[in-house]
């Protein structure tokens, strides 16, 4: 249960960031309501997730996660320019959060 509310927590943040985008610097209301709650429906969420998780292990999966989904958005939905640097970037933040989780096996 504490990796779903972990997964909750990531797609909370996700829908949040995406929110600031959409808020065009506060400028919208609904978007900028909305960063607020994902925030702290994220927020919640992770707190419940490290009762039985670590927290270097559930925070790099959080912002780990969450970077390779908002940038796959930005890419996606927003259009923004793909670069091999930008990717490369991305697989090292995803290589970090591997050797992370890797790190915690238990032998």
Same mark, same amino acid.
């Given at each position: 249960?504490?990796?779903?509310?972990?997964?909750?927590?990531?797609? /909370?943040?996700?829908? #949040?960031?995406?929110?600031?985008?959409?808020?065009? +610097?506060?400028?919208? /209301?609904?978007?900028?309501?909305?960063?607020?709650?994902?925030? #702290?429906?994220?927020?919640?969420?992770?707190?419940?997730?490290?009762?039985?998780? !670590?927290?270097?292990?559930?925070?790099?999966l959080w912002s780990g996660i969450g970077t390779g989904l908002i940038a796959i958005i930005g890419f996606v939905y927003f259009k923004e320019q793909i670069t091999s640097l930008k990717?490369?970037?991305?697989?090292?933040?995803?290589? +970090?959060?591997? #050797?992370?989780? /890797?790190? !915690?096996?238990?032998?």
């Amino acid at each position: 249960m504490h990796h779903s509310w972990l997964m909750l927590a990531i797609l /909370l943040e996700v829908a #949040g960031t995406t929110c600031m985008k959409l808020s065009m +610097g506060f400028s919208r /209301l609904t978007p900028s309501i909305l960063i607020f709650v994902f925030y #702290g429906l994220s927020f919640t969420a992770l707190t419940y997730s490290l009762k039985k998780i !670590d927290l270097s292990i559930a925070y790099a999966l959080w912002s780990g996660i969450g970077t390779g989904l908002i940038a796959i958005i930005g890419f996606v939905y927003f259009k923004e320019q793909i670069t091999s640097l930008k990717l490369a970037s991305i697989a090292l933040i995803m290589l +970090g959060v591997i #050797g992370i989780n /890797l790190s !915690d096996l238990k032998h």
